[in-house]
C-alpha cells in the first residue's frame, strides 16, 4: 500500500477512535447510568398532535405498561414517537397540563388512549384535538402563521445550504454527510447547555466551535486525501454517503435514539396571529445576520473573492496564484461553522435527535439546487423559497406530506432547469 | 481564382459544384456570447475539408451543431438533401455521418474488439428481445467482428486486439476512435482534431489513414490547428473567426487571405501561423 | 452463546429470505450501475413497488399469486418510466439526488395516513400470502440442513428465492454478453461516443433502468414475503444503501458480484453483531450496551461502503482494470 491511500483509512481509523474515547467519557457520566436505551427497543408509538392542521408542540406524552413508563414530547410538527421494548397493549395519555392554551382536547376523556402492538411492531395513536370549541383561524391569519414559520425555517435551511454549496462550488463535492454537521451542532449544543447547563452563548459558540473542527477534520483527515489520489467525484459522492452513515451511527451510539429536550426557558411572544418566541425571534436574527456575514465574506475579503474565483474556474484561479487547496480548506471550515449554527439554531427551536440534519438534507438539497448549484448566495434564496413551500404547502395538503413537495420541487428544477432558477446556463462543447 | 471544387469565385459561403452538406443561418449564442454565426456554408462531396481557426472560434461548437449534440438558437442544414436541423445525434450517425471527438471518447473498460464491434450499425442483437436469441445475432457478430479484425489491422491495432481500450496510448486511442468509426461505412466523416496529443510518428500514419478515406469515396471534415498538416492533405480549407466564416478555398489560397493572417494574428498576435503553437494555448477544454 | 450457534446463525442469514431480497435488488442494480453506469440511489423505490403491487393485488383485487406478481412488477415499471423519461437525460450526480428524492417521496407518500387506504399507512400491509404459501409442495415437517433447522413453509419460501436469484442471473448474464449488453457497457464507459455511433443511447438507459427496477421488484417481494409484513419503514435510504454496499463489495460489473456480495456481507454482520455481544456480556466493552450492538450494524455498513470505493472499487470478483467508476 502505498502513502496515499494510507492516508484515508489513518484518518477514519483516528475519527472512529476519537468518537470512541468521546463515548466512553458520555458513558462514564451520569446520564447513561439510566435504563436500556430506548432507541433500540423493538416496538414504536407514534402520531401526530394538530388541531386544525396546526401542529400541536411540546406536548408530553406518556406510554404504560404494569409498571414500564416512557414518555417523549411532540415536535415542531405536532409529531411524536415513543419506543417500547415489549409487545401487548400500551395505555398511551396526553399530560393535560402541557397542552398549549390554544388548543383543547376534543372531549375530556380524549387524552387516553390505547396501543395495540399485539400483533404488530408499530401502532399510531391519535388525539381528537378541537373542532367544536375553537374558533378556526381565518385563512390570512394562517398564512401569515405559515409563511412566518416558513421563513423562520427557510434562514435556517439557509445557513446550512451555503455550507453545502460552498463545498461544491470549490470541490464539485456533493455532500451526503451534510446533515449530520447539523446533527451533530444540536447535539453538541444539547451536550453544553441542556446537559452541561452551561450558559447558552458560551454553549452555542463551543458547540459551533466543534464542529468547526469537525469539518476540519473531515477535509484533512478524508476529502484532501481523496483528492490528491484524484479520486472521481462520483466515487467521492459515494464515499460522503458511507461516512454520513458511519457519522449518524456513531451520533446514534453516543446520544442514544431519543429526541433531546434542548430548549430553555423560551418566553412566548405574540404578534399578531403568530405565536412566537423570544428564542425564535434572536435566531432569525442571528441566522441573517450569518447570511450578511457571508455576503460580506465573498464579495469583500480577498479570501472570499478567492473562493469564488476557486469556484468558477479553479484551474484557472490556481495559475492565477491562489493556493487552491488552503482555500479549500476554508470553505469546509466556515461551511461547517454555519452548518454547526443551523444546528445549534434548529435544535434550541425544535429539539433534536441523532437523524435530524439527515431528515433536511435533501431539503438542503432542494434548496441549493433551486439556486444554482455552487452559487451560495442562490443558495440562501432556494432555501427560503424552500422553507416557504414546506410550511406553506401543510395548509393546502396534510402536514405529513410537507416534505414530499420540496422533493417534488427538487425533482422537477433539476429535470426542468438543472442549473437553477437562479444559475446561469453553463457554456457547453 | 478558378478551382474545381466551387461554382465561381472561392469566397465565404461560396456555392459548392457537388456539395454532400449544406448549412443556412445557423447560430448558437451562450448567454450573449455568439458562438457560432455561419449564414452559408456547403461541404464539398468526395474531398477532404479543413475547418480552421483561432481557439474560440466556435469550430468545435459548430461541429457539435451539425452532428446534434447541441442545439441551435437559429439555422437549418441538409445532409444529401435531407434536413437535420432539430435531429438527435444517433439518427445523424445512422444517415452515415459519423463525427469523433477532441478528447479522445475511446471506451476504456471495453476491449478493443468490442469498441470496433460497437461502431457497426443495424445490429439485430443489439435490441433487447433478440439479444436473448443468439442465432438471430451470430451469424452477423461474425461478419462485424471480420470487418473488425480487417480494420485492426489496417490501423496496425490488431496486436491490441484483446486489450481495454484504456491501455491504448494516447495516438493509439486516436486511431481506434476512426477505426471504430469506419465500421459502419460512413459517407461523411467529421474528424475534431485528429492529430492533438499524437505523436509525430503516428502523425504520419493518421494522414495516410485520411486520405485513404477520401480514396475510398468518403468525404471528411476535420477540425484542425496544425496549418502545415492542413496544407499537406486537405483539398479545401474554411476559416472561421469569432463564429463566422470568414475565408474559404483551397489551402494555397487560404494561406495567402489577408482575411486568415488577421483573424490569427488578431487572436495571437505572437503566433506563427505554421506552427503548431496555436494548440497549446488552449484553455480549459 | 458459543462459536457453533453463531455459525449456524451466520449461515442461516446466508440464505435467508431477506438476504435474497437485497441480492436481488443488488443485481438489479449491477443492470443499472455495473453495467449502463446510472448512479440509482433509489433502489429502495423499486423494491417498495414490487412489494406494495403485489400486497395490494392480492388484499384488494384478491387476485391470484401470478396477477398479484404481474402487478407488482407493472407499478416497478411504471415508476421506471415515469422517472426515467424525464431524467436519464441528466448529469450523474443528479440522477443520483433525483432517485434518491423521488424514493424518499414515494415512502414518505406511501407511509402517509392519507395514503392509508391504499397502502395501509404507516401500518403497512400483512397476510398477503396465503396464495405463495399454498403452493408449498414440501409436506409438513421440519427440514434439518446442516445446522438450520426450517419448517417446510421457510424451506419452500427460500427455495423459491434462490430460484429467484439463480433465474435473474442468468437473466442479467445472457444480457450483458449479447451486443445489447455490450451498448450498455459503451453507454457507462461514454455515452456521447455512443451516440455518436448511432445509437440510441436514450432508449438503452430507460431499457436499463426498467429491467433492473423489475429485478429489484422480485428483491422487494421476496423481502416481504417471509414476515407476510410490509412497512413503509423497510424502504428508507438504508435499503438502497445497503443494497449498494452489496453491490459494491461483490463488484459491481459482474454476475455473482452480488450473490456472493449479499452472502458475505450479512454473514458477515451476523458474525461481527454476535462477536461483539460475547465481548459485551463479558464485560470487555464498557462503553457499549448489549442494545447497541444492533446499530453497529448500520455502521459498519457506512464504513464498508467508504472503504470500498477508496480502495478496491471493482468489489471481489471486479477485474481490477475494470473499475467501475467514472468522473
Known amino acids: 500500500m502505498n502513502r496515499l491511500l494510507k492516508g484515508p483509512a489513518r484518518a477514519i481509523g483516528a475519527l472512529i477512535a476519537g468518537f470512541l474515547i468521546f463515548a466512553g467519557l458520555l458513558t462514564a457520566s451520569p446520564a447513561s447510568a439510566a435504563d436500556a436505551d430506548p432507541s433500540t427497543f423493538a416496538y414504536t408509538i407514534a402520531g401526530t398532535l394538530q388541531q386544525d392542521d396546526t401542529p400541536i408542540t411540546g406536548v408530553t406524552i406518556i406510554a404504560s405498561k404494569d409498571a414500564e413508563k416512557f414518555e417523549t414530547k411532540s415536535d415542531e410538527f405536532g409529531e411524536w414517537t415513543i419506543m417500547v421494548p415489549t409487545d401487548g397493549i400500551w395505555k398511551v395519555e396526553l399530560d393535560t397540563t402541557t397542552i398549549p392554551k390554544e388548543f383543547n382536547l376534543a372531549n375530556k376523556d380524549g387524552a387516553v388512549n390505547e396501543a395495540d402492538l399485539s400483533q404488530t411492531d408499530f401502532a399510531a395513536v391519535l388525539f381528537k384535538f378541537g373542532t367544536d370549541v375553537v374558533v378556526k383561524q381565518s385563512f390570512t391569519d394562517q398564512l401569515l402563521v405559515r409563511v412566518f414559520a416558513g421563513f423562520n425555517f427557510g434562514l435556517m435551511l439557509a445557513i446550512a445550504a451555503i455550507g453545502i454549496t460552498l463545498i461544491y462550488g470549490t470541490t464539485g463535492l456533493n455532500n451526503f454527510a451534510h446533515g449530520e454537521m447539523v446533527t451533530l451542532g444540536a447535539m453538541m449544543m444539547w451536550l453544553f447547555y441542556s446537559f452541561f447547563q452551561w450558559n447558552i452563548l458560551v454553549a452555542g459558540l463551543v458547540a459551533v466551535a466543534a464542529v468547526t473542527a469537525f469539518g476540519w477534520a473531515q477535509d484533512a483527515g478524508i476529502w484532501k486525501p481523496l483528492r490528491k489520489r484524484r479520486l472521481g467525484l462520483n466515487q467521492m459522492m459515494i464515499v460522503s454517503i458511507g461516512f454520513g452513515i458511519v457519522a449518524r451511527y456513531l451520533i446514534l451510539l453516543f446520544f442514544a435514539g431519543d429526541t433531546k429536550d434542548i430548549s430553555g426557558a423560551a418566553t412566548v411572544i405574540q404578534l399578531g396571529p403568530i405565536f412566537t418566541s423570544d428564542v425564535t425571534l434572536v435566531s432569525m436574527v442571528i441566522s441573517v445576520l450569518a447570511l450578511l456575514g457571508v455576503a460580506y465574506f465573498l464579495t469583500r475579503t480577498r479570501i472570499g473573492k478567492a473562493t469564488r474565483a476557486v469556484s468558477d474556474n479553479s484551474s484557472l484561479a490556481a495559475s492565477t496564484g491562489i493556493d487552491v487547496e488552503r482555500i479549500i480548506r476554508i470553505v469546509w471550515v466556515v461551511a461547517a461553522a454555519l452548518t454547526g449554527l443551523a444546528g445549534v439554531l434548529y435544535g434550541l427551536q425544535f429539539q433534536g435527535n441523532w437523524s435530524m440534519g439527515y431528515d433536511i438534507l435533501l431539503l438542503l438539497f432542494a434548496a441549493v439546487t433551486l439556486g444554482g448549484l455552487g452559487a451560495p448566495l442562490g443558495a440562501a434564496v432556494g432555501a427560503l423559497i424552500i422553507g416557504m413551500v414546506v410550511e406553506v404547502s401543510t395548509l393546502f395538503m396534510p402536514s405529513e406530506l410537507k416534505y414530499v413537495s420540496a422533493l417534488l420541487i427538487l425533482i422537477v428544477i433539476l429535470v426542468v432547469r438543472p442549473q437553477g432558477v437562479l444559475g446561469k446556463k453553463q457554456r457547453i462543447g | ?285 | 452463546m458459543d462459536i457453533i450457534q453463531i455459525l449456524s446463525l451466520a449461515l442461516n442469514e446466508l440464505v435467508a429470505p431477506m438476504t435474497v431480497g437485497y441480492i436481488l435488488c443488488a443485481i438489479g442494480l449491477a443492470v443499472h450501475f455495473g453495467f449502463t453506469g446510472l448512479l440509482n440511489f433509489g433502489q429502495a423505490a423499486f423494491a417498495a413497488l414490487g412489494a406494495y403491487g403485489y400486497g395490494y393485488a392480492v388484499l384488494v383485487f384478491g387476485w391470484d399469486l401470478w396477477g398479484a406478481i404481474l402487478f407488482g412488477l407493472i407499478c416497478a415499471m411504471a415508476f421506471a418510466a415515469l422517472l426515467g423519461i424525464p431524467t436519464l437525460r441528466l448529469r450523474a450526480d443528479y440522477l443520483a439526488i433525483v432517485t434518491i428524492a423521488a424514493s424518499q417521496a414515494l415512502r414518505f407518500t406511501v407511509g402517509s395516513s392519507t395514503a392509508a387506504p391504499i397502502t395501509g399507512g404507516s401500518a403497512g400491509q400483512s397476510q398477503f400470502g396465503e396464495s405463495f404459501y399454498a403452493l408449498n409442495p414440501f409436506p409438513e415437517g421440519e427440514y434439518n440442513l446442516g445446522t438450520v433447522t426450517l419448517t417446510n413453509l421457510e424451506l419452500w419460501m427460500r427455495v423459491v428465492a434462490w430460484g429467484l436469484v439463480a433465474i435473474a442471473a442468468l437473466f442479467v448474464f445472457a444480457l450483458t454478453r449479447s451486443p445489447w449488453g455490450r451498448v450498455l457497457k459503451g453507454i457507462r464507459e461514454d455515452e456521447d461516443a455512443v451516440r455518436a455511433l448511432g445509437k440510441n443511447v436514450f432508449a438503452y438507459k430507460l431499457q436499463a433502468l426498467v429491467i433492473g427496477g423489475s429485478i429489484a421488484a422480485f428483491g422487494g417481494m421476496v423481502f416481504v414475503m417471509s414476515s407476510q409484513a410490509n412497512e413503509p419503514t423497510n424502504w428508507g435510504t438504508n435499503f438502497t444503501f445497503i443494497t449498494w454496499t452489496i453491490l459494491l463489495l461483490g463488484g459491481a460489473a459482474t454476475i455473482l458480484g452480488p450473490i456472493v456480495g449479499g452472502m458475505v456481507f450479512f454473514a458477515l454482520l451476523t458474525l461481527i453483531e454476535s462477536f461483539l455481544e460475547i465481548l459485551v456480556n463479558a464485560g470487555l466493552l464498557p462503553f457499549l450496551l448489549i442494545e447497541q450492538v444492533a446499530q453497529i450494524r448500520f455502521l459498519l455498513v457506512g464504513l464498508i461502503l467508504m472503504l470500498l470505493v477508496i480502495f478496491r472499487p471493482q468489489g471481489f470478483f471486479g477485474n481490477k482494470k475494470e473499475m467501475q467508476f467514472n468522473g
Not at chain 2, 67 to 84: A, Q, R, S, V
Open chain 2, 1 to 285: 481564382m478558378a478551382n474545381d471544387i466551387s461554382v465561381g469565385k472561392a469566397e465565404p459561403g461560396c456555392k459548392k459544384i457537388d456539395p454532400i452538406l449544406v448549412a443556412d443561418n445557423v447560430t448558437r449564442q451562450f448567454g450573449g456570447l455568439t458562438a457560432v454565426d455561419v449564414k452559408h456554408v456547403e461541404i464539398p462531396r468526395g474531398k477532404i475539408t479543413a475547418l480552421i481557426g483561432p481557439n474560440g472560434a466556435g469550430k468545435t461548437t459548430f461541429f457539435n451543431l451539425l452532428t446534434g449534440f447541441d442545439k441551435p438558437n437559429t439555422g437549418t442544414w441538409t445532409y444529401e438533401g435531407k434536413d437535420l436541423a432539430g435531429m438527435p445525434s444517433y439518427k445523424v450517425a445512422r444517415l452515415g455521418m459519423i463525427r469523433t471527438f477532441q478528447l479522445t471518447k475511446a471506451l476504456s473498460l471495453l476491449t478493443v474488439i468490442d469498441n470496433m464491434r460497437l461502431g457497426a450499425q443495424g445490429q439485430a442483437g443489439e435490441g433487447f428481445f433478440k439479444a436473448f436469441i443468439r442465432p438471430l445475432w451470430s451469424a452477423n457478430e461474425k461478419r462485424i467482428t471480420a470487418k473488425a479484425d480487417e480494420l485492426l489491422t489496417r490501423f496496425k491495432l490488431d496486436a491490441k486486439r484483446e486489450d481495454y481500450a484504456a491501455a491504448l496510448s494516447g495516438g493509439q486511442r486516436k486511431l481506434l476512435e476512426m477505426a471504430r468509426a469506419l465500421m459502419s461505412d460512413p459517407k461523411l466523416v467529421m474528424l475534431d482534431e485528429p492529430m492533438a496529443g499524437v505523436n509525430p510518428a503516428l502523425t504520419q500514419s493518421l494522414l495516410e489513414h485520411i486520405k485513404d478515406l477520401k480514396n475510398n469515396g468518403t468525404t471528411v471534415l476535420f477540425v484542425e490547428h496544425d496549418m502545415h498538416m492542413v496544407r499537406n492533405i486537405s483539398d479545401w480549407v474554411i476559416v472561421m473567426a469569432e463564429g463566422k466564416i470568414v475565408a474559404e478555398g483551397p489551402p494555397s489560397q487560404v494561406m495567402k487571405d489577408q482575411a486568415v493572417i488577421d483573424a490569427y494574428l488578431g487572436a495571437h498576435a505572437d503566433t506563427d501561423l505554421g506552427t503548431v503553437a496555436i494548440n497549446k494555448i488552449k484553455v480549459g477544454k
